[in-house]
């Protein structure tokens, strides 16, 4: 907990105000431990546009860009896309594929639920639990475990939100007794 105690020692605790979030304009605290990040408040569409943004950011940036850019890795989403047929339904023109790919996801919630509900995501929570730890790290660029952990429990949350989306609005598939 030293880390705590020298990050709150420079008076933080009294900057800590109200923000607006960036995408309801509603004011809200953000948490102490994480207010140099947040910029949303906590309802569940603008934590989806808080994550949107993030990854937005993260692709923004040139060395991330290259990641996405680089020919290992357009032979990397060919090979991937050739073990999963149906995935990228339409085909993309040369060296363009990664771009349209993983940015169109982004800022498509509807699209991506429907890609979320399909079998490969729960395989990949099952058999790849480190890469999925290590893809939460370098999305969330955190490196504390504590700040992980809450970062996957979001995104756990989201996932069952994903899997269960009758819960938030009345169930309306339960089938009658
Ligand atoms: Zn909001």
């Not at 408040?41 to 850019?69: G, H, I, M, T, V």
């Not at 363009?96 to 800022?107: D, P, Y």
Request: hydrophobic share 30%; proline share 8%; glycine share 6%.
């Amino acid at each position: 907990m030293a880390g705590v105690i020298v990050f709150l020692k420079g008076g933080m605790m009294s900057q800590i105000r109200r923000r607006k979030c960036l995408h309801c304009n509603c004011l809200f605290r953000p948490d102490p431990r994480n207010r140099r990040h947040q910029r949303f408040c906590s309802k569940p569409e603008c934590r989806r546009a808080s994550k949107a943004r993030s990854q937005r950011r993260w692709l923004s940036k040139p060395a991330n860009r290259d990641y996405f850019r680089g020919p290992e890795h357009v032979a990397r989403v060919r090979a991937w896309r050739a073990a999963h047929p149906g995935y990228g339904r339409k085909p993309l023109p040369e060296g363009s594929a990664l771009q349209e790919h993983s940015l169109g996801q982004v800022t498509d919630p509807n699209k991506k639920s429907a890609a979320l509900t399909a079998d490969p995501l729960q395989e990949l929570c099952r058999v790849q639990p480190l890469v999925l730890l290590g893809l939460i790290a370098h999305l969330t660029q955190a490196t504390l475990q504590e700040d992980i952990a809450r970062a996957t429990r979001h995104f756990q949350q989201l996932a069952h939100d994903v899997l269960n989306p009758g819960q938030t609005h009345g169930d309306q598939t339960t089938p009658s007794p």
